[in-house]
């Protein structure tokens, strides 16, 4: 018969959970078998949601993306608890607080119908939800996630929307058509107006973070640009003074969206400055010329600024940038990500 282990939870604001959990159990499973439902998404070694760093006892990792957990924070003690099989009892540290953590199902999913589907770019839907019911409530944390359900499936994907917390129900989200993709093949394809979907309420920990008046600088790959839109339109609600610049980065002309919404934003926000980059320009493109991440390089490099650096999109990116960054002296502590790591890497 399988061991039993003591597992010690350890939020940000240092309060803990105490739970059991089998030597042949993951930790969010055992977690979820007591009713605490931890931070954790796609439950299978890919997203990163679920990321802890282990300051007591020994544990087994099962598989996972190498993307989610990289080698150095592997070897640092970094876990993912949903692959994290305790062979001792073991204490967790997890970059939230006690209050993210729900003890019951109740409100954890909520239905919502699809009211808007239309094409924005080359490769971006623009893909409206609407709480259904009388609890119109949709609460968040700009820069989180919530994960959708494809009708009539089990399957569900992470996508953060570019809208801010509200109380008509909306949830705006932008969504990259990956070819074959499942999510994708359904917003493209399948997907009609008045249809229901399940949605898991908000995760994550892609947030805006207290610093002053340290200007922040968003760095938007693709649909990376969704939670960016919604911390600078908090930022706009909540009259907050720091310079931001977004660094709004795609391949082509083509795939470039949102150019109005981005430039109504700025009119509205004298704090606010645009880089919308294009990688592979035309000789009509007047916007910056160049990959996202050398023209931040450029900027960091010429004017010496140390800002909170905010990076958001392809993972691939989001590490170049997180390089750059490294590279001109913004320490790590300034630097908060969120990678959108395919489901199952
Ligand atoms: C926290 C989080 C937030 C996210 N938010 C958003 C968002 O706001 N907008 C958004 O567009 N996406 C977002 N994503 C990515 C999203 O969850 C899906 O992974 C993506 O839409 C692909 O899903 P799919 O079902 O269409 O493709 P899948 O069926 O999962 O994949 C089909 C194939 O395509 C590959 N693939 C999947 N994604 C990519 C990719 N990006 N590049 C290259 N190959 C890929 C897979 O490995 C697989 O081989 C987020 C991901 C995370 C983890
Ligand atoms: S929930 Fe653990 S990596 Fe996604």
């Known amino acids: 018969m399988a061991a039993t282990h003591q597992v010690t939870i350890i939020t940000q604001d240092n309060e803990s959970v105490v739970f059991e959990c089998r030597s042949d159990e993951d930790v969010i499973s055992a977690a979820l078998r007591q009713d605490i439902y931890l931070m954790a998404s796609c439950r299978e070694g890919g997203c990163a949601t679920c990321k802890g760093l282990c300051s007591e006892g020994d544990y087994i990792l099962g598989k996972f993306s190498s993307q989610a957990l990289p080698y150095a924070e592997e070897e640092a003690g970094e876990v993912l608890l949903c692959t994290c099989y305790p062979s001792t009892d073991i204490e967790v540290e ?13 409100g954890l999913f909520f239905e919502a119908e699809v009211t808007e589907i239309s094409q924005i770019s080359s490769n971006v839907m623009r893909f409206l939800l609407t709480r259904t019911g ?35 129900g909306e949830l705006e989200f932008l969504i990259r058509i990956v070819d074959g993709g499942k999510f994708s093949t359904f917003v493209k394809k399948d997907a009609q107006i008045g249809q229901k979907i399940q949605v898991k309420s908000a995760s994550g920990i892609f947030s805006l973070k207290e610093n002053g008046f340290t200007p922040r600088y ?24 720091q310079k931001c610049v977004i660094y709004f980065g795609v391949n082509t002309e083509e795939e470039v969206f949102f150019l109005n919404e981005l430039e109504d934003l700025a009119a509205k926000m004298p704090t606010l400055e645009l880089r919308i980059c294009v990688w592979k320009y035309g000789e009509s493109w007047q916007g910056e010329k160049g990959s996202v991440v050398d023209i931040l390089r450029r900027d960091l ?15 691939g990116m989001v590490d170049a940038t997180f390089a750059v960054c490294e590279e001109v002296g913004i320490s790590k502590e300034h630097i908060y990500l969120e990678k959108f790591l395919p489901s199952g890497s």
């Open 94 to 106: 997890v970059p939230y607080t006690y209050d993210r953590i729900s003890f019951s199902p109740e």
């Open 134 to 168: 009388d609890d119109k409530n949709v609460k968040f944390e700009s820069g989180q996630f919530f994960d959708l359900e494809i009708p009539g499936t089990t399957t569900t994907r992470s996508y953060s929307p570019a809208n801010i917390s509200n109380k008509k």
């Open 218 to 241: 968003f760095v938007a790959g693709g649909t990376g640009l969704a939670p960016v839109l919604s911390m600078v339109q908090h930022m706009h609600e909540w009259s907050e003074p």
């Open 301 to 315: 490099t010429e004017t010496g600024a140390k800002p909170d650096l905010y990076l958001c999109g392809p993972p």
